[in-house]
Nanobody
Framework: QVQLVESGGGLVQAGGSLRLSCVAS????????MGWYRQAPGNQRELVAT???????NYADSMKGRFTISRDNAKNTVYLQMNSLKPEDTAVYRC??????????WGQGTQVTVSS
């Protein structure tokens, strides 16, 4: 089992920045990929970015150049630096990790609200 706790969400004006953090605990030795997803009201959940254990990254096209994912394996933490935020980035952001056997775990989510 892996437990995930996110933090860093909040209210920010358009053009501003936020940094999300997600700390993993439990069976952390089994974690391979870490990532962030988001879901806005009325929309499906969508990928934001993922990062593998060797720091290979993958971003959704709309986030490239504005968002940066990183991880600190010593702290069992994945970060999402979000710059140049837009109102359409408003959503609940959830941390996700996958283990070596393919099991996925989700955090509870953190709300990001971008005002225009």
């Amino acid at each position: 089992q892996v437990q995930l706790v996110e933090s860093g969400g909040g209210l920010v004006q358009a053009g501003g920045s936020l940094r999300l953090s997600c700390v993993a605990s439990g069976s952390i030795f089994s974690i391979t990929t870490m990532g962030w997803y988001r879901q806005a009201p009325g929309n499906q959940r969508e990928l934001v970015a993922t990062i593998s254990r060797d720091d290979s990254t993958n971003y959704a096209d709309s986030m490239k150049g504005r968002f940066t994912i990183s991880r600190d394996n010593a702290k069992n933490t994945v970060y999402l630096q979000m710059n140049s935020l837009k109102p359409e980035d408003t959503a609940v952001y959830r941390c996700n990790v996958r283990t070596r056997i393919g099991t996925g775990y989700w955090g509870q989510g953190t709300q990001v609200t971008v005002s225009s």
